[in-house]
């Protein structure tokens, strides 16, 4: 749960597309891509119905973490802001992914500092993964990029 590439693309798309509109376009595209095949194909406990795979609420975060990204866009990528950018990439999911959960639960979190707690308890297990998700397929991302690049004149 929670393990996916699709931070770790936005993060990509941010870095390596000169222009951010490109860049979040490409972003909200894969989302909804994979919204839409997962939630008819593979959810479809959750969605009984036919999904459209629309979802504001992540595909705003996906869009926040391309902008992210390119910051980098003009830097060198260095071990510390490749660790920085996947940290604040990561938690900053967890955090704003689950002050949506609180937001707009109506009977699962009350509306109060306790009930927000709560939610962000809850999300503590998937952490984890987006976490490792994110470091691992962030490496791979970029890492395979940069070195097709010295490979590849063209990529430059």
Not at 46 to 71: C, E, K, Q
Request: proline share 3%; hydrophobic share 50%; net charge positive.
């Amino acid at each position: 749960m929670n393990f996916s590439p699709i931070a770790s693309m936005a993060l990509f798309a941010g870095i390596y597309f000169n222009q951010k509109i490109q860049a979040i376009s490409w972003t909200i595209l894969a989302v909804w891509l994979s919204n839409l095949l997962l939630n008819n194909f593979l959810y479809t406990e959750y969605y009984p119905s036919f999904s459209f795979g629309f979802d504001g609420v992540h595909m705003g975060i996906f869009a926040l973490i391309t902008l992210l990204g390119s910051r980098l866009n003009q830097q060198k990528i260095t071990a510390l802001n490749f660790i920085s950018t996947n940290l604040v990439s990561g938690i900053g999911f967890f955090l704003l992914s689950n002050f949506a959960v609180w937001l707009s639960s109506d009977i699962t979190y009350a509306k109060s500092i306790q009930g927000l707690l709560t939610c962000y308890a809850a999300g503590i297990p998937f952490l984890k993964n987006t976490l490792a998700s994110q470091f691992i397929f962030s490496a791979i991302f970029l890492g395979s990029f940069e070195y097709l690049k010295n490979r590849i004149p063209a990529l430059n």
